[in-house]
């Protein structure tokens, strides 16, 4: 095999590659402004979006199962910042408990 045959089949190879990539793995942008609240992470607001259009679609066993996943991230967001507030004040993890609802 000559170089130029290795380097023909692996630029076909990464061309495939790339085509099946971008045909099953969608690229999905969410925007998570600066007032959304922390545990809001964009995989959080993706699912809040999808568990929306379940309900309004009627498919509720599947909205509930959504819910509970979205349930468990923020748990686990929450768990994992509250865990590193020993490194603040008492008064920074006080503010970070509170609930902080913006209208």
């Given at each position: 095999?000559?170089t130029?045959?290795?380097n023909?089949?692996?630029?076909?190879?990464?061309s495939?590659?790339?085509s099946?990539?971008?045909?099953?793995?969608?690229?999905?942008?969410v925007?998570?402004?600066?007032?959304t609240p922390t545990?809001?992470?964009?995989?959080?607001k993706?699912?809040?979006?999808?568990?929306?259009?379940?309900i309004?679609?009627g498919k509720?066993?599947?909205?509930d199962?959504?819910?509970?996943?979205?349930?468990?991230?923020?748990?686990?967001?929450?768990?994992?910042?509250l865990?590193?507030?020993?490194l603040?004040?008492?008064?920074v993890?006080?503010?970070?408990c509170?609930?902080k609802?913006?209208m």
């Amino acid at each position: 095999m000559e170089t130029s045959d290795v380097n023909c089949a692996y630029d076909r190879f990464l061309s495939s590659i790339d085509s099946l990539i971008s045909a099953n793995i969608p690229i999905h942008t969410v925007t998570v402004p600066h007032s959304t609240p922390t545990y809001v992470t964009p995989l959080v607001k993706s699912l809040l979006r999808k568990n929306n259009k379940l309900i309004k679609t009627g498919k509720t066993i599947a909205a509930d199962i959504v819910s509970a996943k979205i349930g468990k991230l923020i748990s686990e967001t929450r768990a994992n910042q509250l865990s590193n507030e020993h490194l603040y004040s008492p008064q920074v993890v006080a503010e970070s408990c509170k609930y902080k609802q913006t209208m």
